[in-house]
């Protein structure tokens, strides 16, 4: 008379064997897990570009490294994939539509031909500043300067009244902004004001002349 083996011992195996064959890492390749985070509140990036930037050529990011290959994370900000190791020093930096971005100075070295599991991925939110240039009198145009700590540098125009201008500014952090109007017949006038940045957010500052 045949005998079965039991059904539960049956499919124990085939997960095993399924665990083995989707879990195991050539030799040679490097294995990157993780999750892309908010740098200030680590939240969970969703949809971030995550790439892999590779050391030893010239004229890259951040003094030598270039992209090596880009890996689509998932709505929860994890990421998992393999990649063969040429030998290069390997980081990870991250970006999404939104804005997020990782600097160089956050992102995690790999190890290549390792395991590298429980990565923080850190990326930093956009913010942006508006600064609004509100005519009180009115008076004639003038020409407006403004610069501080913001991205992209200053801003130097002839302007109407009741001008406004958008810069993008480092997230989550305070922000210094200064201003100065050459107005036609009045003369120079200046100021400045610090201001707090949070992500995801446009903050406006008014000056009124």
């Known amino acids: 008379m045949r005998t079965h083996p039991p059904r539960r011992r049956l499919l124990t195996g085939v997960a095993l064997l399924l665990s083995l064959t989707t879990c195991k890492r050539l030799d040679g390749d490097t294995l990157c897990e993780g999750t892309v985070v908010d740098r200030h509140t680590n939240a969970r990036v969703p949809n971030a570009t995550v790439s892999v930037m590779e050391a030893g050529q010239s004229g890259g990011l951040g003094g030598g490294y270039v992209l090596k290959e880009e890996h689509q994370a998932d709505a929860q900000g994890n990421f998992a994939f393999q990649l063969a190791d040429d030998g290069n020093d390997m ?8 804005g997020y971005h990782t ?3 956050d992102a995690p070295k790999l190890r290549g031909g390792k395991n ?76 400045r004001q610090d201001v707090y940045t949070p992500g995801l957010d446009t903050t406006t500052v008014e000056v009124v002349y």
Do not use: C
């Open 91 to 98: 980081t990870l930096m991250a970006h999404t539509s939104q």
């Open 103 to 105: 600097r160089f100075m």
């Open 116 to 191: 590298n599991k429980k990565i923080a991925l850190k990326a930093q939110a956009p913010a942006w500043l508006r600064v609004r240039f509100r005519d009180q009198l009115p008076l004639d145009s003038g020409f407006i300067t403004v610069a501080g700590s913001l991205e992209g540098g200053g801003f130097h125009s002839w302007a109407h009244p009741d001008t406004s201008i958008v810069y993008r500014a480092q997230a989550n952090t305070n922000t210094l902004v200064y201003w100065q109007i050459n107005v036609l017949h009045l003369g120079l006038r200046d100021g």
